[in-house]
């Protein structure tokens, strides 16, 4: 299509399309029989095609066979309403390699028939498939955590019991002694305790529950302790429908998130700020490893700090058993975090830079007959 037919379109030109051409992502506009109608300077990078060239193509013709964004942009289309889809891979004999995107369709305003496609390529580290990554890793602790239970725990209790016997009759120096070996004892029990989750493979019983009953609890424990003095903010979506899970694994959940926010700024200032937010993103749908169907994971809840971010050589093993930064720090809980949202069917990701740093849970929704995820 030419550039007279295009402006006859009314598509936003000149200031317009030097802000396309800005935007370091690549963008496409695709009219109603399939065809590209414009690309920006990043779409020519990213097809390795002039956008001349691109204009004489179909969409299916950039994009693998049967690729999920030939259904999207039909489906954007149709409803006249945005939709991401995140993890796409559009790689095709021509163009090559690791492609994986997150797609954004949207209707072009004065253009209904006409889509804007935005391509926004994962970095590395996220093109290590995050879930597989977490799953794996708890699982890989799973074997080690249920023989720790057993071969530690009673010969610990049994230790703890002795210490306990000679405390009573222990002048004032030994009693020290034997303090210190109860409390030693019961930091391995609870480091052992904390570990057996990851061996547990019981289905987790759940039910509806309402995530801001539980955000406010949490923040209510955070706020009692370690987090005393710290600014919360809350920012809900008070008509977010509930969530199908176990209110004390999610509990869990965010209190290890709200304690790394908090532990994340050292000493807390008046600047220091968590905030939680609650938000219904329906347009989020998303492969999981070993399924061949897309699940809708529209229940989205943020713990975000203005801390110092993760440390960018720890982001590819984050979620990791054992990684910490912390000198009394287990590395747990990151590990624990994931695998209870992975239990329920969600994702965790996070996304970090200095002063910014979000984990963003996504959960399936509630379809209220048990069935648990909605899959689409
Ligand atoms: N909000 C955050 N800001 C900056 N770094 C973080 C944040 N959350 C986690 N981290 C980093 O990730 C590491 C792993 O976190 P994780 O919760 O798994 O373990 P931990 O907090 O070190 O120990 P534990 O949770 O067992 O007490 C932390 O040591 C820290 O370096
Ligand atoms: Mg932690």
Redesign the pocket.
Same mark, same amino acid.
């Given at each position: 299509m030419s550039d007279t037919a295009l402006r006859s379109a009314d598509l936003p030109l000149g200031a317009a399309d030097a802000v396309l051409n800005a935007l370091p992502l690549p963008v496409i506009i695709v009219a109603a029989d399939g065809r590209i109608v414009d690309a920006n300077v990043a779409a020519e990078n990213f097809f390795e095609a002039s956008v001349l060239l691109l204009r004489r193509q179909m969409l299916r013709d950039l994009v693998p066979f049967g690729s999920p964004l030939l259904s999207l942009v039909e489906q954007v289309r149709h409803r006249g309403a945005a939709v991401n889809e995140y993890k796409v891979d559009l790689s095709t004999p021509r163009n090559p390699g690791d492609r994986l995107v997150d797609l954004h369709v949207a209707p072009l305003p004065e253009r209904l028939d006409h889509v804007v496609v935005m391509l926004q390529e994962r970095t590395i580290a996220d093109k290590m498939d995050r879930q597989l990554t977490h799953r794996g890793a708890a699982r890989s602790v799973s074997a080690l955590a249920a023989m720790l239970a057993h071969e530690i725990k009673n010969p610990l209790s049994g230790i703890r019991g002795a210490a306990q016997l000679l405390e009573q009759s222990a002048g004032d120096d030994d009693r020290t002694l034997t303090r210190l070996i109860c409390d030693e004892a019961d930091r391995i029990v609870k480091l052992v305790d904390?570990m057996e989750v990851f061996s547990d493979e019981r289905p987790v019983e759940r039910e509806p529950v309402n995530i801001h009953v539980v955000l406010d609890h949490v923040k209510r424990l955070a706020q009692s302790g370690f987090a005393r003095g710290i600014k919360f903010v809350e920012i809900y979506d008070p008509s977010l429908p509930p969530v199908f899970a176990n209110r004390d694994q999610l509990v869990q959940v965010f209190l290890?998130?709200v304690?790394?926010?908090a532990?994340?700024f050292g000493g807390a200032t008046a600047e220091s700020e968590i905030q939680l937010t609650t938000a219904f993103r329906p347009g989020v749908r998303l492969k999981l490893p070993g399924s061949k169907t897309r699940v809708s994971l529209p229940l989205e809840f943020c713990?975000r700090?203005n801390? !110092?971010?993760? !440390?960018d050589d720890?982001m590819p093993h984050?979620?990791? !058993?054992f990684? &910490? &930064?912390?000198p009394?720090?287990?590395?747990?809980?990151?590990?624990?975090?994931a695998k209870i949202i992975g239990d329920h069917g969600g994702i965790i990701e996070?996304e970090?830079q200095a002063r910014h740093?979000v984990?963003r849970v996504l959960m399936p929704m509630f379809t209220g007959d048990g069935a648990g995820p909605t899959s689409a």
């Open positions: 904390r290890n998130l304690k790394n926010a532990e994340s713990v700090d801390g !110092p971010g993760v !440390p720890l984050l979620f990791d !058993p990684v &910490t &930064t912390k009394t720090g287990s590395g747990l809980g990151l590990a624990l975090v996070c970090s740093t984990f």
